[in-house]
């Protein structure tokens, strides 16, 4: 069904600046982890309390006067949106605080943009409020120590934003001390909406920070920088080590994908390097024809597009099941007429074409909707409108700001020999036609102003900072998901759809879980592993699904009973002297990004011409 929108009808301003259904600008910009959502959640009618209070729906949102600039006070105030439910809440109890970081926390959108008759769910986009009920283990911890919970939005991303746009010199206030900096500010000045929310600062009510992926380790690194504002933290998968050149993103996938699947992928990817590197024009045009992208000018944006089915790995979980994206691409290599390869594969001949056609008939149409290769893929363009668009609500250009200036996490081929790639010879499911200087280019391109010469991300400072792998702290509690079991697809009388699946998360070489680095888990700080993905702790339903998951959120809550029991009030708050925060409803604009020709999230939805 084609659904013809007009700019008229485009009235929301909650639309991301994106061209690729799945929220990118572009199909080789590496994907933002962000944190899962309740699937088919609906949070929209009143809320009531333990009492019997009937309390303000979970999506309600409120706004906080955030400093502009904690160097500078004298710049003023912005608003900072923010979440709240005291749905559990006595008085005494903590209050949580997360931020989903680098996203719009309220992700919602318009019914008439996807009707459920047209739509299946995974195309609609939800907001984060559900991450203040007991679907998470923020309500989790709420439901049993009687807090309040908050979500607070991370500053320029959505709607909170210190300056009305995302140039080069607005963004020199997007920082990880300036987000560490919000939250403690936040903590000690808010009115929170509730009785007594006046007087509720860490002085007087234990605080709990909590979050997952880059919010995880903005967990640890506020406990490391400020020490002693929240009593207690939760880090779900928190990618706390900076890494420039983050190849070991892809060895979980390796590792615990399907053998058979992994071999045929190594071995068409050692086929498009051996070809891509050599001088046969011929044989050259017949390998990107062969996925469909014929007209690419550059041969490592066509390498590095496959990278896109790997990345599908990163949006399971553990109550996903095998009818997913990667698996579905997986099938599609090794189901041949019924049977399904054994664990080496079919090998190079019978793998290049079966990856080609899925591209071809199936795969490019749902990466890069109607977009032509070059839009889609293309990354030399420095014109391209994925480059120069400076309009708030741009998650991507927000977060690739903090990947190129403190963070890198660049996921690329394992490297030659070197201080941070792998041993040459290293198992690759990816190119190596895609280095960091690829993604780095792209860094300039986009933010030429930043950098006019070569582009030097502070991982170091990062790391020395706020102490990476390092870090030792006392009621910090640190969840991973890794899983050394690796499957076997052997059996030629089943289908990959009928056998369950590993699981691992992709990020973890960047948590305090990562190979080779033993951080020690202790009572003070506990590192509890599951056989999840990418934060499935965070959900009660993984929880349900898996008991590993669920054991390790047992932990958690155990861990929270025990170090709550021993906090003690520093003094007598004064309380705040801000005023009582109130629901707002805050009609936005709509942007230009928003109504660009760009499939709309959901492959038939095209806007009028």
């Known amino acids: 069904m084609i659904v013809s929108l007009s700019l008229s009808t485009l009235v929301l301003a909650q639309l991301v600046a994106a061209v690729l259904p799945d929220g990118r600008m572009h199909g080789n910009m590496m994907r933002r982890a962000v944190l899962p959502k309740v699937p088919n959640g609906n949070f929209d009618g009143p809320v009531t309390s333990r009492n019997g209070t009937v309390l303000p729906p979970y999506n309600t949102t409120y706004e906080f006067d955030q400093l502009i600039d904690h160097n500078n006070p004298s710049l003023g105030t912005f608003k900072q949106r923010f979440w709240h439910t005291y749905e559990f809440y006595e008085p005494g109890g903590p209050i949580i605080l997360m931020t989903p970081g680098e996203t719009n926390a309220d992700g919602t959108l318009p019914p008439f943009l996807f009707p459920s008759s047209s739509f299946p769910d995974k195309f609609k986009p939800q907001g984060y409020d559900h991450y203040l009920t007991n679907l998470t283990i923020n309500g989790q911890i709420a439901q049993q120590q009687n807090a309040s919970v908050i979500l607070l939005e991370h500053r320029f991303y959505g709607f909170s934003n210190p300056r009305p746009d995302l140039t080069v010199e607005s963004l020199k206030l997007h920082t990880l001390q300036q987000a560490i900096d919000d939250l403690v500010y936040f903590a000690e000045n808010v009115n929170l909406p509730m009785p007594g929310g006046d007087n509720v600062g860490p002085d007087v009510a234990p605080w709990i920070l909590i979050g997952g992926s880059y919010s995880g380790a903005l967990t640890s690194w506020t406990m490391v920088n400020k020490t002693g504002v929240f009593w207690a933290g939760y880090a779900s998968s928190g990618v706390v080590e900076a890494i420039l050149d983050f190849w070991e993103y892809f060895e979980p996938v390796r590792l615990n994908m399907p053998k058979n699947c992994s071999a045929d992928i190594q071995a068409v990817i050692a086929h498009v390097d051996q070809v891509f590197t050599g001088t046969n024009q011929t044989a050259i045009q017949a390998l990107k024809n062969n996925f469909g992208l014929g007209n690419m000018t550059h041969l490592d944006d066509v390498a590095g597009a496959l990278r896109n089915n790997l990345w599908d790995w990163q949006s399971m979980q553990v109550y996903s099941g095998p009818g997913t994206q990667f698996y579905e691409f997986c099938d599609a290599l090794e189901v041949n007429n019924g049977q399904v390869a054994s664990e080496s594969g079919w090998g190079l001949d019978h793998a290049l074409d079966a990856w080609g056609t899925y591209w071809r008939e199936t795969y490019y149409r749902e990466l890069c909707g109607t977009l032509d290769a070059e839009d889609c893929l293309g990354t030399y363009d420095g014109s391209q409108f994925y480059y120069t668009d400076t309009e708030v609500d741009n998650a991507n250009r927000s977060w690739f700001w903090i990947v190129c200036n403190e963070v890198g996490y660049l996921q690329v081929c394992p490297a030659a020999i070197g201080p941070e790639g792998a041993p040459e010879g290293h198992p690759t499911l990816v190119t190596r036609l895609v280095q960091p200087p690829y993604d780095l280019r792209q860094c300039k391109l986009m933010f030429p102003g930043a950098f006019p010469e070569d582009v030097n991300v502070q991982v170091n400072r990062t790391n020395e900072l ?48 990562a190979a080779g680095i033993d951080v020690p888990s202790t009572a003070s700080q506990p590192i509890a592993v599951g056989d999840g993905f990418h934060c499935s702790d965070l959900l009660t339903m993984s929880g349900t699904v898996d008991a590993t998951v669920r054991a390790v959120q047992t932990e958690a809550l155990g861990f929270m009973k025990t170090w709550l029991a021993s906090w003690k009030p520093q003094g007598k708050d004064k309380g705040t002297s801000a005023p009582k925060s109130t629901p707002v409803s805050t009609k936005h604009e709509p942007k230009e990004h928003a109504v660009k020709h760009v499939n709309a999230f959901s492959k038939g939805v095209e806007p009028d011409k």
Request: aromatic share 12%; glycine share 6%; hydrophobic share 35%.
């Open 466 to 513: 706020y102490k990476g792998w390092d870090v030792r702290l006392d009621r910090l509690f640190f969840a991973n998901g890794m899983r050394k079991t690796i499957l076997n697809t052997h059996d030629r009388n089943i289908s990959i759809e009928n056998v369950s699946f590993s699981t691992g998360d992709p990020w973890k070489d960047a948590t305090v879980s």
